[in-house]
């Protein structure tokens, strides 16, 4: 099975800074129809999680601009510039790339 | 708008039975693959089971294949989730997904005697 690991497991910021969060892969997300299927989610507490971005580097529908998606292969970083209050959560990263898919452990994004 | 509702959690007995269902509203349900993650409680995220748009293909995570089934009835825009044998593990939310990011607000499986 594909690991994904997530790196910092938590991460403490004060509003306005920015945050960057890792995920390494343990083989290539790349699929063969070229595509990379890596997306990362945000959980609040009590919520369902919430689609952030998709195939790398692709914001959803309605999510600020402020996050940003960047990677290739097995590397994949997703940053929060300018962290506001509701982007406090834990994040995922999760692949569809391989069966099974997976998700990474999560990072929790919290305020100092 | 895309909505995702699932039903029919609940506690259950170690080796028993249940079914969840997923009722889809808001989009073509017969063009989308769907699946079925869950969270344990205080855990993270675990992918469990992935059903193609036409229910032609299914994949399943080890710990569940031979006794989860997937399906899915495009006539009534409904997914479902086969649960046998269920074991103290098995206890978490279950969430509905779609294909493009859309989840369903879950449904609480309790497995203890």
């Known amino acids: 099975d594909v690991v994904l690991t997530q790196t910092p497991v938590s991460l403490s910021v004060t509003l306005g800074d920015q945050a960057s969060i890792s995920c390494r892969s343990s083989?290539?997300?790349?699929?063969?129809?070229?595509?990379?299927?890596l997306e990362w989610y945000l959980q609040k507490p009590g919520q369902s999680p919430q689609l952030l971005i998709y195939?790398?580097?692709n914001r959803f529908s309605g999510v600020p601009d402020r996050f940003i998606g960047s990677g290739s292969g097995t590397d994949f970083t997703l940053k929060i510039s300018r962290v506001e209050p509701e982007d406090l959560g834990v994040y995922y990263c999760?692949?569809?790339?391989?069966?099974?898919?997976?998700f990474g452990a999560g990072t929790k994004l919290e305020l100092k | 708008e895309v909505q995702l509702v699932e039903s029919g959690g609940g506690l259950v007995q170690p080796g028993r039975s249940m079914k969840l269902s997923c009722a889809a509203s808001?989009?073509?349900?017969?063009?989308?693959?769907m699946a079925w993650v869950r969270q344990a409680p205080t855990k993270g995220l675990e992918w469990v089971a992935t059903?193609?748009?036409?229910?032609?293909?299914?994949y399943y995570r080890d710990s569940v294949k031979g006794r989860f089934t997937i399906s899915r009835d495009n006539a009534k825009s409904t997914l479902y989730l086969q649960m046998n044998s269920l074991r103290s593990e098995d206890t978490a939310t279950y969430y509905c997904?779609?294909?493009?990011?859309?989840w369903g607000q879950g449904v609480m499986v309790t497995v203890s005697s």
């Open positions: 999760f692949q569809a790339t391989h069966d099974p898919h997976t």
């Open positions: 997904t779609r294909e493009g990011g859309y």
């Open positions: 083989q290539s997300l790349e699929y063969s129809d070229g595509y990379t299927y």
């Open positions: 195939e790398v580097s």
């Open positions: 808001g989009f073509t349900f017969s063009n989308y693959g």
């Open positions: 059903i193609s748009y036409d229910g032609s293909s299914t």
